[in-house]
């Protein structure tokens, strides 16, 4: 695995930026609607604050984000963003159609939330897919 | 095989910039989407109204254009997915052995 550095500051400065990272990173993936941002940004910042924790805490980052979570979270992501999208079809509407699928909601804020839940599960996908990716990276061809 | 592989993609890059030269020019005023105006035009008016997001760049990634994003985000996923294929897994225990054994794989390599 990765070189873990002994270094007590880049320990202390790790564990205590990772929660403001991801802090941030929901608000980047919450706050699309509003300002730049979105689910694949917060997604690479997730991804980021966990490999963080990769590099310089090293070993105890695997016990609460293990090796597999991330391929895992990959593929949670992409599967509740095609049902999020195959939902409407089944009620005679077309691909994404947020409208027909919150229908008991007004069209313009079912359309707010389709769009919401589309960037979170975004973010989940490509959080997941950065771990699963780093992690294969930094841990394949090593004996 | 490996010869058949490369040809693929060389073949798959070619239609590709193939398919490219056939894009109007940048700024080009009698490109469809210049013409048509009606489809930029609606997304300019429309797009508060339709969905209550104020960030229209949401509202066309993630509405409008859902479908082009789900590709995008498909496709970050096949990368994955294709790095845990190719790349070789550390030791044959952390590869054959469930979701038990991958744990202790990492471990072993921690303490090296």
């Known amino acids: ?143 | 095989m490996r010869f058949l592989v490369l040809a693929l993609v060389i073949l798959l890059g070619a239609i590709l910039v193939w398919g490219a030269t056939d894009l109007p020019q940048r700024g080009d005023p009698l490109a469809p989407a210049a013409v048509h105006e009606s489809v930029a035009v609606h997304y300019i008016e429309r797009a508060y109204a339709e969905t209550r997001t104020p960030n229209m760049v949401t509202a066309v990634l993630a509405d409008y254009r859902g479908f082009d994003t789900f590709g995008e985000a498909v496709v970050v996923v096949a990368a994955a997915i294709s790095c845990l294929l190719i790349l070789p897994r550390r030791s044959p225990k952390a590869e054959g052995g469930g979701e038990g054994s991958r744990p202790a794989g990492t471990s072993a390599g921690g303490s090296r």
């Open chain 1, 1 to 143: 695995m990765t070189s873990v550095y002994e270094s007590l500051f880049l320990h202390t400065v790790a564990r205590a930026i990772v929660p403001i990272i991801q802090v941030f990173a929901f608000y980047v993936i919450t706050h699309g609607h509003y300002s730049p941002g979105g689910g694949f940004q917060g997604g690479v910042m997730l991804a980021v604050s966990i490999i963080l924790l990769r590099i310089s805490v090293g070993e105890e980052s695997f016990e609460r984000f293990p090796r597999n979570a991330g391929i895992v979270l990959a593929g949670v992501g992409a599967l509740c963003f095609a049902l999020l999208g195959l939902a409407p079809l089944l009620l005679g509407g077309s691909f994404l159609d947020y409208g027909r699928e919150f229908f008991w909601l007004p069209a313009p804020t079912a359309h707010y939330w389709g769009i919401f839940l589309a960037e979170v599960f975004i973010g989940i996908l490509v959080w997941g897919s950065l771990m699963a990716i780093y992690d294969t990276l930094a841990g394949g061809g090593e004996e």
